[in-house]
């Protein structure tokens, strides 16, 4: 445990900011206030989850612990990443199918997060600690096309960009059925499943979510759709066509659990990624074609 006391001078500073300033472990801001979201900083003796919180004169403030701390920084791999754009403040990244984007619960060393470090060492300390740069992600199998920071200030801005829909996202998709009407909008709220908390669900309480929805062409039993996100939900694209009926081809979680030869993961690509840089206010429109074993279902059913 180690303790610190605010003095006058340091009063009205934000918790992160004061144990940035004082901490010699803290290392960056980004990782005081993961340490902080993870309950391991005590002010007074109360655990304290908020990084804003506002000190006070002769107030303590208290770190948990030192070893093995949550501060701990992201491992470096050596994972080969595909690269389809990349400047001094932004990379494009095509995600292959089974990547995990950032550490977690049985992947310490072996995902996008990790790669991502080890090629850009630079982008320690920008954004989230357990998960530097990335300001949207995609599920471990889906495929497809992520924008990451590799600056402070592009990370800035894109989080903005992502908060203001400005950033348009482009999936491709392999439904059941055909929806109706041919392009659409499912408007529905998703939050956490109350009776399976590894599952969103359509909840009146969740957070607002808004899917487009356009039938690309139909191949039998199943449609091809594109669809463009206006909000970025967790499973947000799963939850709602599986709420309209149309499940995703292959969603174990979500959908029907019958797959097709050559299907072991659902029909969804990242397709395409457009925006403005959030640097030099350049058009950015980079395609992602869909990867082989999605290629092959389309084959099949053909």
Do not use: C
Not at 14 to 43: C, M, P, Y
Not at 174 to 184: E, H, M, S
């Amino acid at each position: 445990m180690i303790d610190f006391t605010v003095s006058d001078e340091q009063s009205g500073l934000r918790l992160d900011v004061f144990l940035t300033e004082n901490w010699e472990h803290a290392q960056s801001r980004s990782n005081v206030q993961r340490a902080i979201k993870a309950g391991e900083v005590s002010l007074d003796g109360r655990v304290i989850s908020r990084v804003s919180v506002k000190l006070s004169e002769r107030q303590t403030v208290q770190i948990a612990t030192v070893e093995n701390s949550v501060l701990d920084t992201v491992v470096p791999t050596n994972i080969q990443l595909n690269v389809v754009y990349e400047d001094v403040d932004i990379a494009v990244i095509d995600k292959p199918v089974g990547m995990t984007v950032h550490p977690g619960a049985g992947h310490v060393s072996d995902t996008l997060v990790n790669a991502a470090v080890y090629r850009w060492p630079l982008i320690l300390g920008i954004g989230e600690a357990d998960r530097p740069g990335i300001v949207h992600r995609l599920d471990r199998d889906t495929s497809g096309l992520m924008v990451i920071a590799l600056s402070e200030r592009a990370y800035t801005r894109l989080s903005e960009m992502i908060r203001n829909r400005e950033i348009t996202r482009i999936y491709s998709a392999l439904v059941y059925g055909t929806p109706k009407p041919p392009q659409g909008v499912i408007d529905a709220p998703i939050g956490r499943d109350r009776h399976n908390r590894i599952r969103q669900a359509i909840s009146e309480d969740g957070r607002p979510s808004r899917t487009h929805y356009r039938v690309d062409y139909l191949l039998g039993d199943f449609t091809f759709l594109e669809i463009r996100l206006e909000t970025g939900r967790m499973h947000q694209i799963r939850v709602h066509m599986d709420a309209i009926g149309h499940p995703v081809l292959g969603d174990q979680t979500y959908g029907r659990r019958k797959n097709l030869p050559n299907l072991n993961r659902q029909f969804l690509h990242a397709s395409k990624l457009e925006f403005k840089h959030p640097i030099s206010n350049e058009h950015i429109s980079i395609m992602s074609e869909l990867p082989g074993d999605l290629q092959s279902v389309l084959k099949y059913l053909k």
